[in-house]
């Protein structure tokens, strides 16, 4: 024969509806309560507005590779949207430490958010309240959101747009720290090539000077000269040419070695010379590095606190509690009915 005590509890539908109906009264006013005190605090939470902009990486990172080189083979197009990587870059350079002060320093954000300056952590609080504010994220067509949430509608598009017009302003400042550098290696090669073929040009108006202006026209013309003059018996002539001819036998080799030597460092200047023209553009100019696809603008509508969800989400959740509360409690009492029979 069945011991089990009249009172056992089972969570039967019918049952739990005999149990919903007997505590109807405590869980009606506590969820009430709830309800009550829910709306009276989402009404006191200071509204907030978000503004949004969505932006595109380029894909370029030289400007020279992609307006100067002739050997880009199609690979560079400063149109192209940037990939993956690009994306990521993006969003490391949003995240920088440089954007975020200066954003923090233009609008006063410490004040703004009501920071105590003289809090013990009050950079923590700042920062921390600066993630909660602003956020970056890549979508999944590989462009990066920005999101800003301010209590005014206003200062979040400001706030939103300077942070995507900074990204251009520190990226550009990175890449033009590194080009500086190398531009002025490739200006001291630059130099220093001219420097060189100024100096075989100056070996050249010399050796010029002496009367050698084309080794092997002028050796043929003065043997053929010399071969004429001694037909003649003309000794005197003769004697002439054969000390223009030992001249240009004293001169010559120097002549033809610094002329070859010429070909190959104008070859080289020229190469260097290019190099140079692409560093200075990289050194001097700028690109925008990003596609703008939507600025931010105010919102006319605030974006939290969402009232009604706030309400909705603390009463059943107390409700739920209050449930599982009475729920032990019966369950207690039961066991401790069970353990004096």
């Known amino acids: 024969m069945n011991n089990q005590p009249n009172n056992d509890f089972s969570f039967s539908s019918g049952n739990l509806l005999l149990f919903l109906y007997k505590w109807r009264k405590l869980l009606i006013i506590i969820s009430a309560s709830a309800a009550l005190i829910s709306a009276i605090v989402s009404l006191v939470i200071r509204e907030k507005y978000k503004s949004t902009v969505i932006l595109f990486p ?3 990172n030289s400007i020279s590779k992609v307006l100067l080189s002739e050997n880009t083979s199609g690979k560079f197009d400063i149109l192209d949207f940037g990939e993956e990587e690009q994306a990521e870059q993006m969003l490391q350079v949003l995240n920088s430490d440089e954007i975020r002060v200066r954003i923090i320093e233009k609008y ?3 004040q703004h958010w009501d920071i105590d300056p003289n809090d013990q952590y009050k950079m923590t609080k700042l920062f921390n309240a600066y993630e909660s504010n602003i956020r970056f994220k890549r979508t999944e067509f590989m462009s990066v959101k920005i999101d800003v949430m301010d209590y005014s509608p206003d200062t979040a598009a400001l706030i939103a747009n300077d942070i995507a017009a900074l990204h251009d ?30 100096l075989m040009e100056d070996s050249l ?38 000390e223009n001819l030992k001249k240009i036998s004293l001169y010559g080799s120097s002549f033809i070695s610094l002329t070859e030597q010429l070909v190959n460092e104008y070859k080289q200047l020229s190469v260097v010379r290019a190099r140079y023209d692409e560093a200075k553009v990289d050194a001097e ?4 590095t990003k596609f703008v696809v939507n600025h931010a603008f105010p919102a006319e509508k605030k974006s939290y606190p969402i009232r009604w ?12 509690l209050t449930l599982f509360s009475i729920v032990l409690f019966e369950s207690i009492k039961q066991v401790k009915e069970v353990s004096k029979e």
């Open 108 to 110: 006063n954000l410490m």
């Open 309 to 320: 969800l706030i309400v909705v989400v603390s009463t059943v959740a107390t409700f739920l």
């Open 285 to 288: 100019k700028t690109l925008e």
């Open 58 to 60: 380029t894909r370029t």
């Open 169 to 198: 302003s520190v990226r550009n400042r990175m890449r033009k720290d590194l080009a500086k550098q190398a531009f002025e290696i490739v200006k001291a090669a630059y130099l220093d090539q001219k420097w060189r073929i100024q």
């Open 205 to 242: 108006t010399k050796i010029r000077a002496m009367g050698v202006y084309s080794f092997e026209s002028q050796a043929e013309v003065l043997s053929d000269q010399l071969g004429a003059a001694l037909v003649k018996g003309n000794k005197q002539a003769a004697g002439e040419i054969e």
